[in-house]
């Protein structure tokens, strides 16, 4: 069914950061583009840039991560260059780009438009590179599920054999590794799809011992000679509607105990027009009006993110952003589809913890260009949140705000919204992402109204003065700590560290959330076990909003210290008594309308679990 709706312009961007360091602009210094001046106290404003060299016009030749840093509320641990490619020229090769990143046990992957490289980051400080597999393809972004590793490839020069032979047959579609021996990847099946593979997104079905792979190719169509099945027709040809590659995307089912048998089982239409029958039947690509962008048409999703436990997933369709029903991952149907005018490409999307939220990313000029210039739109390269509500007719999407890192960066830096994910902190929706070489972001939108930065780390360009793709590709959360692959200098680590905005407890409680988040793309219910973080995570946050006077703060934390002393000994019992008392003490509090009856019920209810652990 269609369900088209749009989301209202923005009056304004609905961002903060914080207010004693994200300043406003006043005027002083010479604008790109702008005959004003301000002067911009931002500190990623202005960073100084590195000394790459410049080799005789054709290139970066030397990947030098010098250029001056900023962080604020979050430490960078460790920078590792990517994998060296023995085929690649030099290091700002455009063949040999860093891309997307996927987790499993102590170990980060690494994709490339060359294979993918093997992090071992049991110490999040010394990262460690264990493992190169020469493989080139383009995206190159993976993905694991149990000892299974997909890896996505739509470049025209990737072949089946993992060779550059020009003799060798052509691959574009899914390549799977097993990787049960985590230094020695083996390749053991690949599955060819008629446009590639730009992205790709797990579902897993593990009653039924199968993974689905939904591909999204947003390459050229490749001919029937080159692979049986693939077509193209003009919109005007009869068989259009029926043989056309295009406006679909590919689902490819893995048996996990044969995967070399995987193949693709369906191939559905979610940009399909239910009333018509047109395949391509959402947004045909094209401007908006005065003041707005010219969107992409819709004929491919770029990305797609899952969450199977809530069956559902969202998908970024270039045009269009999607919610779609994946209870049966064999046949996904839409539910919704929203248009933004101020979205020039809808690139990729995450879902908050409670599935109540989605946040679309807009790649505005397609990560080659520099959009967080002082004179770009605050609402355009942003992301957009939209709550999920709930009508008559099913879940649909309705526009809550944007949220845009400032716009301090330089006219020779690329910056625009891409890839990230939550960061698992228990009662609010925080999520890290990656800006290119507009650094890293940690920002809070669980007031979808109004998000709210609350971490950042920025590099200087690349080059005093020559503009250069780059940056960082994808930052996610894993186990408690922040990883970025950025794209020429390699491999990052990150910590967050305490604020106003973000506790220790919080922090350390994040780190306690399971299950790991493997894949970005494959989200998956995160839940916290009992434990003293997730108290004091959650005192800290009613602290923080006023929704808990401090003095009955203060007395909790006094039975919470006690408690603690008592916990794990002989004397455990003791302990849950004094975590009674606590309980005992806010009950008293939202009885006298001290405090926010709801709220601090859901503190009691996590220190009663935590007392009952001690019983």
Request: hydrophobic share 40%; aromatic share 8%.
């Amino acid at each position: 069914m269609r369900n088209t709706t749009t989301a209202r312009p923005a009056g304004g961007l609905r961002r903060a950061g914080l207010a004693a360091l994200l300043a406003v602009l006043v005027l002083t210094t010479l604008l790109p583009g702008n005959a004003a001046a301000q002067e911009i106290t931002d500190p990623r404003y202005g960073l100084a840039p590195g000394s790459d060299g410049y080799d005789e016009g054709t290139g970066y030749t030397i990947p030098n991560a010098d250029a001056e840093t900023v962080a604020h509320n979050m430490r960078l641990l460790a920078n590792r260059p990517k994998p060296a490619w023995s085929s690649a020229a030099g290091a700002f090769d455009y063949a040999n780009i860093g891309s997307d990143l996927a987790f499993t046990g102590d170990y980060a992957i690494s994709g490339n438009y060359r294979g993918f490289g093997i992090f071992d980051i049991s110490d999040p400080a010394d990262p460690v590179l264990t493992t190169t597999v020469n493989c080139p393809g383009g995206q190159g972004d993976p993905s694991v599920y149990g000892d299974l590793l997909f890896i996505s490839v739509e470049s025209t020069s990737a072949r089946v054999d993992c060779s550059t032979s020009s003799s060798a047959e052509v691959f574009r579609g899914i390549r799977i590794f097993d990787i049960s021996d985590i230094t020695n990847p083996r390749y053991v099946a690949g599955v060819q799809t008629c446009r590639g593979s730009h992205t790709h997104t797990l579902v897993p079905d593990p009653d039924n011992g199968v993974v689905y792979v939904y591909v999204s190719g947003t390459a050229g169509v490749r001919s029937a000679t080159q692979l049986p099945g693939c077509a193209n027709p003009p919109t005007s040809d009869p068989s259009f509607n029926e043989t056309s590659s295009r406006w679909r995307i590919d689902i490819i089912k893995v048996p996990l105990d044969a995967p070399e048998e995987a193949a693709v089982v369906s191939q559905p239409r979610l940009m399909a027009d239910a009333e018509t029958g047109r395949i391509d039947g959402l947004w045909p690509g094209g401007d908006h009006g005065p003041g707005t962008q010219s969107t992409a048409a819709t004929d491919a999703c770029h990305d797609i993110t899952a969450y199977p436990e809530i069956g559902l997933a969202a998908a970024a369709c270039e045009g269009n952003g999607l919610l779609i029903d994946i209870s049966d991952p064999e046949n996904p149907v839409r539910l919704d589809a929203v248009l933004d005018p101020n979205f020039a490409y809808w690139h990729s999307a995450t879902f908050n913890n409670d599935g109540t939220k989605v946040v679309f990313t807009d790649e505005w000029g397609g990560g080659v260009a520099a959009r967080c210039r002082v004179t770009d739109p605050d609402n355009w390269g942003a992301d957009a949140i939209f709550d999920i509500v709930q009508t008559a007719d099913g879940p649909r999407l309705q526009f809550a705000s944007y949220y845009k890192i400032p716009n301090v960066q330089a006219s020779n830096e690329t910056c625009v919204a891409h890839n990230g994910s939550l960061v698992p902190v228990p009662g609010r929706d925080i999520m890290v992402q990656a800006w290119y070489e507009g650094g890293v972001s940690v920002w809070d939108f669980t007031d979808s109204s109004n998000p709210v930065e609350i971490a950042f780390f920025d590099r200087g360009p690349y080059h005093p003065t020559i503009f250069h793709q780059g940056g960082y590709w994808s930052v996610y959360y894993y186990d408690g700590h922040i990883y970025g692959n950025e794209i020429f200098l390699g491999f990052d680590a990150f910590e967050l560290t305490p604020s106003e905005l973000l506790s220790r407890a919080e922090i350390d409680a994040a780190a306690e959330a399971g299950p790991a988040m493997n894949n970005a793309q494959t989200q998956s219910r995160l839940a916290w076990e009992p434990s003293f973080n997730l108290v004091r995570a959650t005192s800290d946050q009613l602290v923080r909003s006023g929704d808990l006077a401090p003095r009955s703060a203060e007395r909790v934390e006094a039975y919470l210290e006690r408690a603690e002393r008592f916990a794990g000994g002989p004397q455990a019992k003791a302990a849950a008594n004094h975590l009674d008392a606590a309980v005992n003490v806010l009950t008293a509090e939202a009885r006298a309308g001290r405090v926010d009856r709801d709220r601090v019920e859901v503190l009691a209810d996590h220190i009663t679990d935590l007392a009952d652990t001690l019983r």
